[in-house]
C-alpha cells in the first residue's frame, strides 16, 4: 500500500512540472509581431504621449514573450493604433468643492491583424486611466498618464494573446 500511494505521490510531482499555465496564448504559426508608432489624434498636445504609448506597448510584448517584436516588413502580425482621447478631469472633491486629485483617461482604437492568413483577428476602442493629486504638478499628472498607459497596454496584450 505504502509503495502504491509513493508511486502515485511521485507521478503526481513529475507532473506539476510538465504543466505550465500562460493565460492565452497565439496562434501556433505565429511569432513575431510589429507594433508601428499609434498616431495620436486626441488633440491633448501632450508632449510624445504617442511615442510613449507605442514604447510601453513593445515593451509589454517583449516582457511578456509570446511574439517577437519586429518591423513590419518581416512581422506574422500587427498592431495599429490610434490615440482618440486623453481626459483630464476632477476625480476626487472634498468639502467646499476643492479638487484633491484628478483622473487621467486615455481611450485608443487598435486593431489586430494576422499578416499571414490576410485577417483581422480583433478591432477594438479600449480606454483606461491613472489618477494623480492635485499638489504634486506636472510630475504627478505624468504618474496619471502613466498609470492609465501601463493599464491600457496591458489590455491590449492580453487582448492579443487571448484572442485565439
Not at 96 to 105: D, I, L, N
Not at 107 to 123: G, I, S
Amino acid at each position: 500500500m505504502t509503495r502504491i500511494v509513493l508511486s502515485i505521490l511521485v507521478a503526481l510531482v513529475c507532473l506539476v512540472g510538465c504543466y505550465s499555465f500562460k493565460g492565452g496564448s497565439v496562434a501556433s504559426h505565429l511569432s513575431t509581431i510589429a507594433i508601428p508608432l499609434f498616431d495620436d489624434q486626441s488633440g491633448s498636445a501632450e508632449p510624445n504621449l504617442r511615442e510613449k504609448f507605442t514604447n510601453k506597448l513593445i515593451e509589454r510584448f517583449r516582457q511578456d514573450n509570446s511574439l517577437q517584436v519586429t518591423d513590419k516588413t518581416r512581422s506574422d502580425s500587427v498592431i495599429e493604433g490610434i490615440i482618440l482621447s486623453l481626459q483630464d478631469e476632477p476625480f476626487v472633491v472634498v468639502q467646499g468643492e476643492s479638487v484633491t486629485k484628478r483622473k487621467v483617461t486615455i481611450a485608443v482604437k487598435a486593431k489586430y491583424q494576422d499578416v499571414k492568413l490576410k485577417k483581422q483577428v480583433w478591432e477594438k476602442q479600449l480606454s483606461n486611466w491613472g489618477t494623480y493629486d492635485i499638489g504634486g504638478g506636472q510630475e504627478q499628472r505624468q504618474a496619471g498618464i502613466d498609470a492609465a498607459i501601463e493599464k491600457l497596454t496591458e489590455d491590449i496584450l492580453n487582448e492579443t494573446v487571448s484572442s485565439w
